[in-house]
C-alpha cells in the first residue's frame, strides 16, 4: 500500500538553529498535513497544502509541497523551547490517512 | 467551543477484561477514526466510521470493536482478546474538506495491571 517517508527520526538543535523534516512518497501524494504533538498531548493539525509546488508559511514555519505532489518539508527558523515536540507528516488515501514516522525536535541544553 | 472529548484520560485494565473508551464530538464532522499509539512511535488505525451505522476495520482491528450508532459517538472497546492494549488510544474525526486535516481528542492512556 501507500508509505509516507519521513526523516529524521529525530533532530538534536541548539535553541535559534533551524529545523527541517521532510517525507516522501514513491506514489503522488493528493494532499499532504502536517500535525505537532507535544510531549504527552496530542496531535494538532498545523496546515494541509494541496497544489504542486505549494508553499505556506505559519510565522517561523515554512511548509513547501513538491512539485511533483512526492515530497514535502517542513522548516522551522530560529527554534524556540515551544517547538519541542513530534512533528508528523500524513496524505489523504482512500478514507485514511497515511501516516508519516514523525520527526522528534529535541532542544539541547 | 466545538471538540472531541474523550474519557477517561487514564484507564487501568486487569487481564481478560473488555473495556470502553468514548468518544463525542460536538463538531458535525461525518467521518471519525480510533488510533493507537505506542510509546516514542506513530499512528496506527484501529478503525474508522465514514457515517453513522458504517465503520471499517483499520490495519490494527484484531481485538477491537467499535459502534457508531450516533454521529457525535464513536465509542471503543478493548476487548479480552487483545493481548497488548496497553498503549495511547486516540480519537480524532475529519475535518472539511475545505478546512482540511483531522481533529484529534486528547487521548486515554489504557494500562493493563
Known amino acids: 500500500g501507500q508509505q509516507v517517508m519521513q526523516i529524521p527520526q529525530y533532530q538534536h538543535v541548539q535553541e535559534g538553529e533551524d529545523f527541517t523534516t521532510y517525507c516522501n512518497s514513491s506514489t503522488t501524494l493528493s494532499n499532504i498535513q502536517w500535525y505537532k504533538q507535544r510531549p504527552g498531548g496530542h496531535p494538532v493539525f498545523l496546515i494541509q497544502?494541496?497544489?504542486s509546488g505549494e508553499v505556506k508559511k505559519q510565522k517561523r514555519l515554512t511548509f513547501q509541497f513538491g512539485e511533483a505532489k512526492k515530497n514535502s518539508s517542513l522548516h522551522i527558523t530560529a527554534t524556540q523551547t515551544t517547538d519541542v515536540g513530534t512533528y508528523f507528516c500524513a496524505a489523504d488515501s482512500n478514507y485514511q490517512l497515511i501516516w508519516g514516522a514523525g520527526t522528534k525536535l529535541i532542544i539541547k541544553p | 467551543d466545538g471538540g472531541i472529548t474523550q474519557s477517561p484520560k487514564y484507564l487501568f485494565r486487569k487481564e481478560g477484561q473488555n473495556v470502553t473508551l468514548s468518544c463525542e464530538q460536538n463538531?458535525?464532522?461525518?467521518?471519525m477514526y480510533w488510533y493507537r499509539q505506542d510509546p516514542g512511535q506513530g499512528l496506527r488505525l484501529i478503525y474508522y466510521s465514514q457515517i453513522v451505522n458504517d465503520f471499517q476495520k483499520g490495519d490494527i482491528a484484531e481485538g477491537y470493536s467499535v459502534s457508531r450508532e450516533k454521529k457525535e459517538s464513536f465509542p471503543l472497546t478493548v476487548t479480552s482478546a487483545q493481548k497488548n492494549p496497553t498503549a495511547f488510544y486516540l480519537c480524532?474525526?475529519?475535518?472539511?474538506?475545505?478546512?482540511?486535516?483531522?481533529?484529534f481528542g486528547s487521548g486515554t492512556r489504557l494500562t493493563v495491571v
Open positions: 480524532a474525526s475529519k475535518r472539511p474538506v475545505k478546512s482540511g486535516g483531522y481533529t
Open positions: 463538531l458535525n464532522h461525518d467521518a
Open positions: 497544502l494541496v497544489k
